[in-house]
């Protein structure tokens, strides 16, 4: 043992002395059965409340941390590491979109004999992370001191459950499109989901061929990493759907779907999850990055309660960055032992992971949660991270649902990042292989903002999380104004990537409105080399029409066209999301504008 290592010893002896003196003497109340015998005793304070209560012969789950050390690149053959390819796609991200002020090497693996060591003291290694060069084990309690007494073990803690971010709300029946809708073609190709893509600008960058499949750019598939409760992929909308590799992180196998063995419905939440990002069944459902390639990750325990334990979710994010995902998505959320007060971003390890992920070119977005607002903080772990985007839910005319949790975060930053669709969410049926149906919950916001990134990072590749974090809140509805409920708002995905804002079919031009967000006025401008009749109609997010501002109108050349925000009957309409409809002889196009009434 080294001279300072012996010093930490010793310190550390001392310490744990002095608070054992100082708790006997103000807990004379306890009896001796509210505490455990002598294993308790030479336990980090941080570890002592996990275990006070518990039997020395108990299993408990608890992280392992070692010192730095020599590693090697070759894994023990063992079934907790999962697949582990270090892939070129890997690095290439790293270099393209890594942070380079961190160390952007492929992490190697931790060494085996300090893994054998371990082992010989446990009564299993769950989970081994890179990230922290730690395992997760679980140990019984008596033998806790043992681990620490390794020259190699700096300390222990414990290993956190989470609740899932979502409340996962029963399914809803579809409401009936109007007759507008039924008859407009555009309206008809996404169905049901035409809502929740126009609302961010995704049906805008999927009309110019952003699907995720790199097919426009003649690049390889944006790759997406999916962390959930498992994926049932029987239904009509994952007929297309490009699976790269799936894996179990709690029985530790390669199947994701839901198995006799598992809990009744435990594939539900991810099954849906997955269709709000990357479902295709034109008239039904279309994912806003449904072109792209998927990493499927099983890291969920549906029970009693829905709970997720850290070190599945940092074996999941690990796991996802060696194989070279771009994005990874996400919903987390914190139990009791985590306060407002811990969410600081670098309090909970799956934050810490998150962000360490992040600047290895990863893209996370996460779900705020659904904890609503109390007048204190709700947001959850790690939607705090300074470098994940929290993502928040809005009602489809855009004012934030009552669920949604809300910011600051303990430093004092805005969160939610960004707000998207998140009540009456349209994704697939888990009951019904053909069947499709509404959910509720920033669990379904999150994927649509990853889908949105997909489609932006096919665009600009070359794009790392913190620029495209910055871009899109730059374009968002609320940029001059960003707070704790909206965070930076609604954005624009038109917007961000660099694209014409224009219909371009033989020199026509519909040129979208200006100013957008507007509050009095928003103007049209449109171009027509050849005389054609036109059509300007205003709808609402349900499809219905609210205003007609040209109506078989023939033009040829330029006209500008206002819309002053009131509907056919000359009343100011509520503010929220419309869409503006042009319609030629030979062309259409539909935008997104925001009305906000002052």
């Known amino acids: 043992m080294t001279e300072n290592r012996f010093k930490k010893k010793i310190i550390r002896t001392i310490l744990i002395l002095a608070f054992v003196i100082v708790s006997s003497w103000l807990n004379k109340g306890?009896?001796?059965?509210?505490?455990?015998?002598?294993?308790?005793?030479?336990?980090?304070?941080?570890?002592?409340?996990?275990?006070?209560?518990?039997?020395?012969?108990?299993?408990?789950?608890?992280?392992?941390?070692?010192?730095?050390?020599?590693?090697?690149?070759?894994?023990?053959?063992?079934?907790?590491?999962?697949?582990?390819?270090?892939?070129?796609?890997?690095?290439?991200?790293?270099?393209?979109?890594?942070?380079?002020?961190?160390?952007?090497?492929?992490?190697?693996?931790?060494?085996?004999?300090?893994?054998?060591?371990?082992?010989?003291?446990?009564?299993?290694?769950?989970?081994?992370?890179?990230?922290?060069?730690?395992?997760?084990?679980?140990?019984?309690?008596?033998?806790?001191?043992?681990?620490?007494?390794?020259?190699?073990?700096?300390?222990?803690?414990?290993?956190?459950?989470?609740e899932r971010a979502g409340r996962f709300l029963d399914l809803k029946t579809t409401g009936n499109p109007s007759n507008e809708m039924l008859s407009d073609p555009w309206f008809t190709k996404y169905g049901e989901s035409l809502e929740q893509l126009a609302m961010t600008g995704s049906s805008d960058l999927l009309e110019a061929g952003y699907n995720g499949s790199g097919t426009v750019t003649g690049r390889d598939p944006v790759l997406i990493c999916v962390m959930d409760t498992g994926f049932d992929l029987d239904h009509e909308a994952f007929d297309f759907i490009d699976v790269l590799i799936e894996y179990d992180f709690v029985d530790y196998d390669s199947v994701t779907a839901q198995e006799e063995n598992d809990f009744p419905d435990q594939a539900r939440h991810g099954t849906t999850v997955l269709g709000t990002i990357a479902g295709y069944h034109q008239g039904d459902l279309i994912g806003p990055a449904w072109g792209a390639r998927y990493i499927l990750a099983k890291t969920e325990i549906l029970g009693q309660e829905i709970e997720i334990e850290e070190d599945k979710w940092v074996a999941g994010i690990e796991w996802a960055d060696s194989i070279g995902a771009d994005i990874v998505t996400t919903s987390l959320g914190y139990s009791d032992w985590y306060t407002s007060e811990s969410m600081d971003g670098e309090t909970a390890l799956c934050t810490i992971a998150a962000d360490i992920a992040v600047s290895r070119g990863i893209v996370v977005v996460n779900a705020m949660g659904n904890y609503g607002w109390d007048g204190d903080t709700s947001l959850i772990a790690p939607a705090d991270g300074r470098n994940v985007i929290a993502v928040g839910a809005l009602h489809r005319y855009g004012e934030i649902a009552g669920f949604s949790s809300r910011g600051p975060t303990a430093d004092g930053r805005i969160k939610p990042d960004l707000v998207a669709r998140g009540v009456d969410v349209h994704s697939v049926a888990y009951e019904n292989v053909s069947g499709y149906g509404q959910y509720d919950g920033t669990s379904f916001a999150a994927p649509l903002i990853a889908g949105l990134c997909a489609q932006l990072l096919e665009i600009h590749p070359e794009w790392d999380p913190g620029i495209l974090l910055e871009e899109l809140k730059a374009s968002a509805s609320k940029s001059n104004d960003p707070d704790n409920y909206y965070g930076y708002g609604i954005p624009s995905g038109l917007i961000v990537s660099g694209l014409s804002s224009e219909t371009e079919s033989a020199g026509i031009l519909f040129q979208s409105g200006y100013p957008n967000p507007f509050s009095r006025n928003i103007r049209f401008d449109i171009f027509l080399p050849e005389w054609e009749t036109v059509d300007l109609k205003i709808y609402n997010c349900a499809g219905e029409l609210v205003a007609t501002l040209l109506d078989y109108y023939p033009l040829k050349w330029g006209k500008s066209v206002v819309w002053d925000g009131r509907n056919r009957s000359g009343a100011r309409v509520a503010s929220g999301v419309y869409f503006a409809r042009f319609v030629s002889d030979s062309t259409s196009k539909t935008i997104k504008v925001v009305y906000l009434k002052s």
């Open 30 to 162: 306890y009896s001796s059965e509210s505490v455990t015998r002598s294993a308790f005793s030479g336990l980090p304070v941080s570890l002592q409340e996990a275990v006070r209560g518990v039997d020395d012969k108990a299993i408990v789950a608890i992280w392992v941390f070692f010192e730095d050390g020599p590693t090697t690149d070759i894994l023990p053959n063992n079934p907790i590491y999962g697949p582990e390819p270090v892939s070129s796609r890997a690095r290439w991200r790293m270099k393209a979109r890594g942070n380079r002020s961190t160390d952007l090497r492929v992490l190697k693996a931790l060494p085996k004999e300090r893994i054998r060591e371990v082992r010989a003291l446990v009564f299993r290694i769950r989970h081994i992370s890179k990230y922290f060069n730690a395992v997760s084990v679980d140990v019984k309690v008596e033998d806790i001191e043992s681990l620490l007494n390794l020259d190699f073990v700096i300390d222990v803690r414990s290993v956190r459950k989470y």
